[in-house]
């Protein structure tokens, strides 16, 4: 339930089936990774494997070792005790608070991979944009040179496209820097290396694109 849940959430955040589905994977990849969560699940299954009468024997053994005029024989020992109080308590507040904690620590799971999701999806829509930029500046800067031959711009008119171009390949680098940074966000909180985390995110890469990295056209 909790996951269907989460998946609704993630479909009314704005996100597309096919992410919602990589998002998914990201957190089934997640789950059996997190220290946390997996605290939490080793004490909930210690908790239910102490119910019942298991749960209130307790046994006790030694060995010691005794004789007379240097010759030793050894004597063991072995106790098993019943805690009548132990076997009849009532669990189930502790069990239920147990599985609250581990559901707890799998939503906390979930919302840490999402919101490294989503900064990627936002960092590469950034740096889409930002090679869309430089592409209007070099068409632009094209157009002035050309004009400038004709006499129809003024050489001040082309170093001034010259910088508005300089300032947008700035912007691109500095955008893919924040896209690469996310990426490797995004692999922390599901915790892969970037390699298995490229592979998860490919479908989501137009024309087989790989994820954090541009293309050999130039765009993220």
Do not use: C, H, I
Not at 70 to 91: C, I
Not at 125 to 152: C, F, I, P, S
Not at 153 to 178: F, K
Not at 191 to 199: D, T, V
């Amino acid at each position: 339930m909790a996951a269907l849940l989460f998946l609704a959430w993630a479909l009314a955040q704005g996100l597309t089936p096919r992410e919602v589905q990589v998002l998914e994977k990201l957190v089934a990849e997640a789950l059996p990774r997190d220290p946390a969560y997996l605290r939490a699940l080793a004490d909930l299954e210690a908790a239910r494997s102490s119910l019942g009468l298991l749960g209130a024997l307790s046994a006790e053994a030694g060995a010691s070792l005794s004789g007379d005029y240097g010759q030793v024989s050894p004597s063991y020992r072995l106790s098993v005790s019943l805690n009548l109080a132990e076997l009849f308590r009532d669990k189930g507040p502790a069990l239920r608070a147990l599985e609250a904690q581990a559901e707890d620590a799998a939503r906390a799971a979930r919302l840490r991979v999402a919101e490294a999701f989503f900064r990627w999806l936002a960092a590469r829509e950034a740096a889409r944009t930002a090679a869309d930029g430089v592409e209007a500046r070099e068409a632009e800067l094209k157009a002035v040179q050309a004009r400038a031959r004709v006499g129809g711009a003024t050489p001040a008119e082309v170093l001034a496209a010259a910088e508005r171009l300089s300032q947008a390949r700035l912007a691109l680098y500095r955008a893919n820097l924040d896209l690469a940074l996310a990426l490797e966000g995004l692999a922390r909180a599901v915790g892969l290396p970037l390699e298995a985390l490229r592979a998860l995110l490919r479908p989501l890469e137009e024309g087989g694109g790989t994820p954090g990295a541009p293309p050999p056209s130039g765009r993220p």
